[in-house]
């Protein structure tokens, strides 16, 4: 069982839990066979079979329709990264979905040119991520050729208020100079017609009821005010993950994050993890001590790299730049 004490990490703290990217197909591939990774398909039963309805829910939104013809049928393969548990020890690959035709267009390939590279349970406290998984996935984020599609930051905080069609009119209001098309699903709120565009979802939700009911897991009544805030976001212009955490556009998303937040009740929350994150993701190095070899995001580590001097990246540097 996970104990208050256990979650510290989690409350007050936010960080990256998703990012995607387009990469082309083939050099992936040669990237995977060499490292003797496996492309595999069947994703039943497995940590990421609910992230397959959210790329239901995005081909339902095509204006074409194209979702609804056999050549258009999404292909979603995975390759497990490490042998640990966990959203975060795979990689998700998706091809034949209408973004990426729209892009093959654009940039005057063939359909089957690209892929959408999915990273997701990077910022997950009762799921142990891997230190061999996540420095694959640093890899992978700091390829040049590889173009940042989107990525979606999470808070964890503690409120007491039910998620729930109840709060739906609250929420709504809340965040009304942000959006207006807000939805209630179980224990999560949602709001997709966001009016900024590079903003594609803002999502609430409980995160105590989930991780409990969905994902069986036994976590201290303590903690069952746990609730999760989680904004997505695009770039604004063709750019790879490295040079859009260097730009304006970083900045400008999590400072509208705060405001979002803190317009929904939410308390401050810690840049901790999300400034561990993005340091290992440019530099391994600070991976290499024992509690990040154990487990990439235990309280150890982070607690550890807090009292380090090092850094390669901090917000405080680029809000000055």
Not at 86 to 108: F, H, Q
Not at 188 to 208: A, E, G, P, R, T
Not at 262 to 281: F, R
Request: proline share 2%; net charge positive; aromatic share 12%.
């Amino acid at each position: 069982m996970y104990s208050i004490e256990e979650l510290a990490l989690a409350f007050n703290n936010q960080g990256i839990d998703t990012i995607s990217q387009i990469a082309n197909y083939k050099t992936l591939s040669n990237v995977i066979y060499k490292e003797g990774f496996k492309f595999k398909s069947g994703a039943k039963n497995l940590p990421i079979n609910p992230y397959l309805k959210s790329i239901e829910n995005q081909l339902k939104r095509d204006p074409k329709n194209r979702y609804k013809k056999d050549e258009h049928k999404p292909i979603i393969e995975y390759v497990k990264l490490a042998k640990a548990k966990g959203l975060s020890n795979y990689m998700l690959v998706v091809r034949n979905i209408p973004l990426l035709l729209d892009y093959a267009i654009e940039n005057k390939k063939g359909k089957g040119h690209y892929c959408l590279v999915i990273f997701s349970g990077l910022h997950q406290p009762t799921k142990q991520v891997t230190s061999e998984a996540f420095k694959f996935t640093s890899r992978m984020l700091k390829r040049k050729t590889h173009k940042l599609h989107d990525i979606a930051f999470s808070k964890d905080y503690q409120d007491k208020l039910e998620v729930n069609y109840g709060r739906k009119t609250s929420f709504k209001e809340q965040l009304k100079v942000y959006g207006k098309d807000c939805i209630s699903t179980g224990s999560s709120l949602y709001c997709n017609n966001i009016y900024n565009k590079s903003i594609s979802k803002v999502l609430m939700y409980d995160k105590y009821k989930k991780q409990t009911t969905y994902h069986k897991q036994e976590i201290e009544i303590m903690a069952k005010d746990w609730k999760r805030l989680e904004m997505t976001v695009k770039p604004s212009k063709k750019m790879n993950f490295i040079e859009f955490i260097n730009s304006g556009e970083f900045i400008d998303a999590l400072e509208t994050f705060d405001r979002m937040a803190e317009d929904l009740g939410a308390p401050q929350t810690e840049k901790s993890y999300l400034e561990y994150q993005v340091n290992s993701i440019i530099d391994n190095r600070f991976m290499n001590n024992n509690e990040s070899k154990k487990q990439f995001n235990s309280v150890a580590s982070i607690e550890r790299f807090k009292t380090s001097d090092f850094r390669r990246f901090s917000f405080a540097h680029l809000l000055c730049s």
